[in-house]
């Protein structure tokens, strides 16, 4: 029997779905070295998602603190290499 619905998620209660995605981002100061990153709520990021570059760059920077969303030259998502 299915649940009831509509079913509403809520993020107090922690019932909301976590999403993450490698990534392999090149600063501008470190050209040419490309490093692996793990970007969480992925799917908090509106569609189409590989066109965000800001909203990503934002979001890297709020979980990387050492990284500077200014430094970010290039960011691709790993399963589109």
């Not at 600063?27 to 590989?50: A, C, E, M, N, W």
């Amino acid at each position: 029997k299915p649940g009831l619905s509509p079913f509403v998620l809520n993020e107090v209660h922690g019932d909301m779905p976590k999403s993450s995605i490698d990534m392999l981002v090149e600063l501008h100061s470190r050209p040419g070295v490309k490093q692996k990153f793990r970007l969480d709520d992925y799917l908090r990021i509106p569609p189409p998602r590989t066109t965000q570059l800001e909203i990503v760059k934002q979001q890297l920077a709020s979980q990387y603190p050492e990284i500077d969303k200014d430094d970010i030259m290039c960011a691709t998502f790993m399963p589109f290499l």
